[in-house]
């Protein structure tokens, strides 16, 4: 599989997530929709384990490697789903834009990588700012607005930015620990290890099984579990591997623009000119991070480069 295709796969499944999240949660609450995504997504993964041949790993850093995937996933999952019920579905990807942040700060203490030059502190500035213009304006999709600092909307944000924390840390950890496992051993462990958890949370805190499923939370869970859960993670673990962690992390600058449209188009979610304006400025900002060392160093060789001799001048010109 090629890097390029991995990262679109991801930016696809990751831009139709928040809304998918919003819809698993309708008529079941959000402890079911989560525990029921991760318990089906599971099962995908035990199946694909077995069609294809495959064995888990249970040596330490494999065992490492399960909890830190799969308690990140707890973490951050929860948080996230919590959050989806009072945030909409575009500005969830919009929050999430603040993990190559995040990661990058963590890569830099934890893994050494160089992931803080100036080109990238600039595009960390320029997606800030575009975080900033977006949330600056007021949304009253919920009954409250930014501005209400005691709302549910702000609990929201709060949620989501917890969400954030977990998920680039459990990116970093994985990454540090190095097990070069194949993808799916990491996702089916890492699901192996948090599938208790969601289901444990839902037995203690809420225990309800809803009496028929609407269609659309149906359809939504079983997508969830499958792209979502599944192949979703498999593609993840599949670029930590191989690329740097803070780079993976520019998934979450992509996705905002695909989740705020579908949001607008499926579930008639208003985008405002500041959002669109915001949203231009993280794509700024992920050019700048993604390719702003490379712009940096052509233009540092163009500066360097020793100037052609000019041609001798001939005898009859210097009489």
Not at 44 to 72: E, K, S
Not at 222 to 240: E, K, R, T
Request: with cysteine; net charge positive; proline share 5%.
């Amino acid at each position: 599989m090629s890097v390029p295709a991995a990262f679109i796969g991801v930016v696809l499944i990751w831009g139709t997530t928040p809304l998918a999240i919003q819809w698993s949660s309708q008529g079941a609450g959000f402890l079911f929709g989560v525990a029921a995504r991760m318990v089906l997504g599971v099962l995908v993964c035990l199946a694909l384990v077995v069609l294809l041949g495959r064995r888990l790993g249970w040596d330490r850093q494999a065992v490492q490697t399960y909890l830190a995937g799969g308690i990140g996933l707890w973490g951050a999952m929860t948080s996230v789903y919590w959050a989806a019920q009072f945030i909409p579905s575009g500005l969830i990807s919009v929050v999430f834009g603040l993990t190559p942040v995040v990661t990058a700060l963590m890569a830099a203490l934890w893994l050494g990588e160089r992931s803080l030059t100036l080109p990238r502190l600039a595009g960390i500035g320029t997606s800030l700012m575009g975080l900033w213009v977006v949330f600056g304006q007021s949304v009253d999709l919920t009954g409250n607005t930014f501005n209400d600092l005691t709302g549910p909307w702000t609990l929201g944000l709060l949620g989501l930015l917890l969400s954030v924390v977990i998920h680039s840390a459990s990116a970093v950890w994985v990454k540090r620990i190095d097990a070069r496992l194949h993808p799916l051993e990491t996702t089916t462990g890492a699901l192996l290890v948090a599938v208790p958890l969601f289901v444990l949370d839902w037995a203690l805190l809420d225990g309800r099984i809803p009496q028929g499923l609407p269609p659309r939370t149906a359809w939504a869970i079983l997508y969830l579990a499958v792209f979502g859960s599944a192949l979703g993670f498999i593609l993840y673990y599949y670029l930590l591997r191989r690329i740097q962690a803070s780079r993976v992390a520019l998934i979450t600058l992509l996705t905002p623009v695909l989740a705020l449209v579908i949001g607008r188009a499926l579930n008639g979610e208003v985008i405002s000119t500041r959002t669109l304006l915001g949203t231009g400025a993280i794509l700024t900002g992920l050019a700048l991070f993604h390719w702003g060392d490379a712009w940096q160093r052509r233009r540092g060789a163009r500066t360097q480069a020793p100037a052609s001799p000019s041609p001798p001048s001939s005898t009859k010109e210097r009489a």
